[in-house]
Nanobody, 125 residues
Framework: QGQLVESGGGLVQAGGSLRLSCAAS????????MGWFRQAPGKEREFVSA????????SYADSVKGRFAISRDNAKNTVYLQMNSLKPDDTAVYYC??????????????????WGPGTQVTVSS
């Protein structure tokens, strides 16, 4: 049984940066596509970014394109989300997700095998 645990969330001022990490354990996630989603208060969970198991393919929501960067280190079973130029609208709980098929993460609703418990990101104005 696999497990995902996010870290790196916190409080930051607008314009600042944070790097989220998602550590995977319990199975080999190296062949899984990984993704990040977020849910703001009163809103639906939404897609943020995804990365294929090789790291060669990445995708981003239009709202974060050019500001966020996803990466992974398969040797460490960890995926990262570098968030720059943060805005108050980025305030949300950020969730890590894993699924064997990269394109399934982009479906609406997404097809996900594993979810992390989430980490809070708060951006103050």
């Amino acid at each position: 049984q696999g497990q995902l645990v996010e870290s790196g969330g916190g409080l930051v001022q607008a314009g600042g940066s944070l790097r989220l990490s998602c550590a995977a354990s319990g199975r080999t996630f190296g062949i899984y596509a990984m993704g990040w989603f977020r849910q703001a208060p009163g809103k639906e969970r939404e897609f943020v970014s995804a990365i294929s198991w090789t790291g060669y393919s990445t995708s981003y929501a239009d709202s974060v394109k050019g500001r966020f960067a996803i990466s992974r280190d398969n040797a460490k079973n960890t995926v990262y989300l570098q968030m720059n130029s943060l805005k108050p609208d980025d305030t949300a709980v950020y969730y890590c997700a894993a699924h064997p098929v990269y394109s399934d993460i982009r479906l609406e609703p997404p097809v996900i095998d594993y979810w992390g418990p989430g980490t809070q990101v708060t951006v103050s104005s």
